[in-house]
C-alpha cells in the first residue's frame, strides 16, 4: 500500500484560529496550504504556502488544491465571519454558508482524506440550566442571532454530506481568546480596550471562554482522531467578564470599572452603539452579545477530552498570554 504524503489545506488563514493552526502546523515541519483573502498577505516559508482567494468564489479555491492530486489532503475549515449583531447580513450568509458548501463540493471532487468543519458552539440549540452536549441535528430556526443561524445551517451541510460518504467532522469552540490575533477578535478586544482606558464599564454576566491554542490542537486532534460525521465541542468553563477583567488587572493593571445590571446595559446598548460608532469603532455591548453573556453556556467538552485528548487551560495563563502578545505587538509597531 502506498503511503501518501500529508498536506493540510486551512481556509481563513490569517484569522485568529487559523492563523494558530498554521503556526501549529509550522512548528510540526508538516506542509500546509493557507487560504488568505485577495486584499490580504502572508509569508511562505518551505513547507508553507498562503493562497489568494475567497471561500465565496468557487474558482478561486481551486488553486489551493493544484498538484496535489495523489497527497493525503486534510481541509480546516476555520473561515468565516462572526458578527455579535443580531441579523443575518447577506455577507454574513454568503461567507458563512454559500462559502461552506463550497468548500465541501472541492472536497468531494478533490478526494480529501478529511474535511474537519469549524462550527460555533452557537449553532446548538440552547437548553435552559441543562448541561449542553453535542447534537446530531441543526437549525436555523432554533438558534439566535445571525452568527449562530449561519454557523447552523453550514453545520448541517456538513453533517448531510458526511451522511452521502464525505470523510467530515465538526468541532464547535466556545468564545475564543488568546495571543496572535491580528483579525480583531472581539474578546481580545475587550482585553485591549480595558487595558487602554476604552472599556467604560463591566457587564454583569459572562460565558465559556477558551484558548484559541487549545481549539487550534481540538482542530488538529478533531482530523487525526475524530469519528466521521460527528461533533465535538471545544469548550472550557464560564468566567463571569468581571472574573476576566481581574486578571487583566492582576497582570497589567486598571481601574475598577462600574458593572452594570444587565438591565441597565440593554437600555444603554443603543447609545454605546451609536458612541462607538461616532469613533469608528466597534461595539462590544451589542443587544445579541449581551444576550449571548446572559445564555446557558454549561458546555460539556467530555467527549473531546475523552476521543480527542482534548485539555483546556486555566483562562488565567491566556489572559497572560495575551497581554504580553498585545504588548508586544505595540512595542513593534
Known amino acids: 500500500m ?17 492563523s494558530t493552526i498554521m503556526r501549529f502546523l509550522k512548528r510540526r515541519n508538516e506542509e500546509a496550504r493557507g487560504l488568505i483573502l485577495p486584499c490580504e498577505s502572508g509569508t511562505d516559508s518551505s513547507k508553507i504556502h498562503f493562497i489568494k482567494g475567497d471561500v465565496r468564489d468557487r474558482e478561486s479555491l ?11 489532503i486534510v481541509v480546516i475549515h476555520t473561515a468565516g465571519i462572526i458578527d455579535i449583531s443580531e441579523k443575518v447580513s447577506e455577507r454574513m450568509y454568503d461567507v458563512n454558508v454559500n462559502g461552506t458548501k463550497n468548500i465541501i463540493e472541492l472536497c468531494k471532487e478533490f478526494s480529501v482524506k478529511r474535511l474537519v468543519y469549524v462550527s460555533s458552539v452557537h449553532a446548538i440549540p440552547e437548553k435552559k440550566s441543562r448541561v449542553l452536549k453535542e447534537v446530531s441535528q441543526f437549525s436555523a430556526e432554533l438558534v439566535e442571532g445571525g452568527y449562530a443561524k449561519t454557523k447552523a445551517e453550514a453545520t448541517r451541510a456538513v453533517l448531510d454530506a458526511a451522511k452521502e460518504g464525505l470523510d467530515a467532522v465538526v468541532v464547535h469552540p466556545s ?17 485591549t480596550d480595558y487595558i487602554h482606558g476604552k472599556l467604560p464599564a463591566c457587564v454583569r454576566g459572562g460565558y465559556d471562554f477558551v ?3 487549545d481549539v487550534a490542537k481540538g482542530c488538529l486532534m478533531a482530523a487525526e482522531k475524530g469519528k466521521k460525521g460527528e461533533c465535538y465541542i471545544l469548550s472550557n468553563r464560564h468566567y463571569e467578564v468581571s472574573d476576566v477583567l481581574k486578571m487583566v488587572k492582576e497582570v497589567k493593571g486598571g481601574r475598577n470599572l462600574p458593572e452594570l445590571p444587565m438591565w441597565v446595559a ?4 443603543p447609545v454605546l452603539g451609536l458612541y462607538a ?13 449581551l444576550y449571548t453573556l446572559k445564555s446557558n453556556d454549561k458546555f460539556s467538552h467530555d467527549k473531546a477530552t475523552r476521543e480527542l485528548n482534548y485539555h483546556p487551560r486555566d483562562l488565567y495563563v491566556t489572559i497572560k498570554d495575551t497581554i504580553r502578545w498585545v504588548c508586544s505587538k505595540k512595542k513593534n509597531a
Open 277 to 289: 460608532k461616532c469613533r469608528k469603532e466597534r461595539p462590544l455591548y451589542t443587544k445579541y452579545s
Open 211 to 213: 484558548d484559541v491554542r
Open 62 to 72: 481551486v488553486q489551493l488544491f493544484a498538484g496535489i492530486k495523489n497527497r493525503e
Open 266 to 269: 440593554k437600555a444603554a446598548a
Open 175 to 191: 468564545g475564543i481568546l488568546g495571543p496572535y490575533d491580528v483579525s480583531g477578535n472581539h474578546l481580545v478586544q475587550l482585553v
Open 2 to 18: 502506498i503511503n501518501m504524503k500529508k498536506i493540510y489545506i486551512v481556509t481563513g488563514a490569517n484569522g485568529h484560529l487559523g
